[in-house]
């Protein structure tokens, strides 16, 4: 796996969109982005994953530069319930490995 | 989406006993199955991956004499931690690689503690 480089912590505004960055300047060819989020002693929940193109789902959207060595996470209405721990991860989902995060707090 | 449970969620143990934890997935098969540890305020550390039918693959400087894995069918993995000690007390997590969606799906996790 690639490794990522993400901000250590960030703060949104509820209602705001939070974006998310991640650096991952040596991802290989057949890599995936991933995006996971850690809520306080719970098990990580999938939110995202993108080759190179944009993708969007009921959650989130993910920006993929277009040399893909970074990506933007972007909840785009966050409210309290999205406080958590982001990881973004560089590599095939035959083998998740984690970096350490960002972690996310939604001000009220 | 696919469901991974695992049992017991949480679970206290004297020093030197022998603690068995389940990581079912519930709703799809699963032939590769991964376990993870995560001490407080840490990120999530990759012990082994454990594949159905055969010896599961450590991570370097995770003892498998130690942490032992059984993935004896495609909807179940099993960690024991042998003789634990207060040092193994963390939080264990598993996960399922599904194949259709090709996804890993995570367990909600369990917390050891060893007294």
């Known amino acids: 796996d690639a490794k990522t480089t993400q901000p250590t912590s960030m703060d949104c505004a509820e209602g705001r969109a939070a974006n998310l960055p991640c650096n991952h300047s040596t991802i290989s060819g057949n890599e995936y982005v991933y995006w996971y989020r850690q809520i306080h002693s719970q098990g990580p929940q999938y939110i995202i994953h993108g080759l190179k193109n944009n993708e969007t789902n009921e959650m989130a959207s993910l920006i993929i530069t277009e040399d893909r060595k970074s990506s933007t996470l972007i909840l785009p209405h966050a409210t309290l319930r999205d406080t958590a721990v982001y990881y973004c991860i560089a590599g095939r989902d035959d083998k998740i490995i984690f970096g350490k995060g960002t972690r996310l707090h939604i001000l009220p | ?115």
């Open chain 2, 1 to 115: 989406g696919a469901v991974v449970s695992q049992h017991p969620s949480w679970v206290i143990c004297k020093s030197g006993t022998s603690v068995k934890i389940e990581c079912r997935s519930l709703d799809f098969q699963a032939t590769t199955m991964f376990w993870y540890r995560q001490f407080p305020k840490q990120s999530l550390m990759l012990m082994a991956t454990s594949n159905e039918g055969s010896k599961a693959t450590y991570e370097q400087g995770v003892e498998k004499d130690k942490f032992l894995i059984n993935h004896a069918s495609l909807t179940l993995s099993t960690l024991t931690v042998t003789s634990a000690h207060p040092e193994d007390s963390s939080f264990y997590i598993c996960s399922a690689h599904a194949t259709a969606p090709d996804e890993q799906f995570f367990g909600p996790g369990t917390r050891l503690t060893v007294l």
